[in-house]
């Protein structure tokens, strides 16, 4: 295999079935394309209760500094309904310019476009005066539980520091070029219930219906608005996603009535200060709801799920530069800086590291016909290519 043609890295990726959380042979491939290069690597399965083993991949190049990670994930989605694809899902058939299969843009693509940048610039100028890792996970797509959280911990156990990180996630909305993600929203989920009195409709005296003062206090959850967002985040923002009595009949009064609700929130809260303004909205509201009703107070109970994950922004300016320059002078386009979307990976290694997000258009991820042009493959590994030759130039290292 020549490794500085992405075609052919991610070829050989797309072809291993690595469906969660099944390894499906690519950690096995991956490894070997960076045995060739020179990396050490070191395999590892975490287990947990109640969730599948996964296996990951922790591999290192270089022993000195400075220290550069890519993270990313082997593992892809189930391919659903297989009579709608219409290239084989891990055929890496290329029609029209575009190479289809699972994982293609999230994230074998990305992937493969570092593996073959690394390639060309160590072709081209020899090894950096310092170090790459690729911290490579089975266990994206599925829990998040057995994978680049355990795997940090594992690795800095080890001794391992980093100066910088990468992850290669499909961050383009439309074009190559498009979006530069130097942070996240985090996100919380909560679970409000009320209390009721079951009964006869016909009889609502000798009943509780849990249904207005849900109403009272769902509203007081989503108004007013959390915040108006500022410079380098959107507004936080709170969806209910269900409210429900579990009532089948339209002649009882329900016993109890259920709301869940997430928000996704900018860095005016952290998950603590969020959770205290939503329980002093609930207080004030049910307050609110006895005086103007003069019914009994609502009873209720709020409760947050378990691990919510912190909003963070990265301030390294010499990460952010070199890799907004690099995408400048490889598609001539200036990316946006970026915090919108859904939580990734990055919200674990920003505790150990600057990190930013950088990889494929993701239009496709997810769908049946998961595809990506062979241009955007050649486009996103030049960027890498000269994305590494700034950063470490920068520090000295070439
Ligand atoms: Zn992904």
Redesign the pocket.
Known sequence: MNLTDPIQTLAALIRCPSVTPEEGGALTALAGMLSELGFANDRVTFSDEGTPDVENLYARLGSEGPHLMFAG?TDVVPIGDAEAWTQGPFSAEIVDGEMYGRGAV??KGGIACFVSALARLIARKGLPKGSVSLLITGD??GPSINGTEKLLAHAAAKGERWDAAVVG??TNPDQLGDMIKIGRRGSLSGTLTVEGVQGHVAYPHLADNPVPGMMALASALIDPPLDAGNERFPPSNLEITSIDTGNTATNVIPARCTAKFNIRFNDQWTAESLKAELRARLERAAAADVSRTRRDAVRYTVNFADRPSESFLTHDAPLIEALSNAVSEATGRTPALSTTGGTSDARFIKDYCPVVEFGLVGKT?HMVDERVAVSDLQDLTGIYELFLERWFGKAGAY
């Open positions: 994930h999230d994230m994206e797509e996630e499909p991820m």
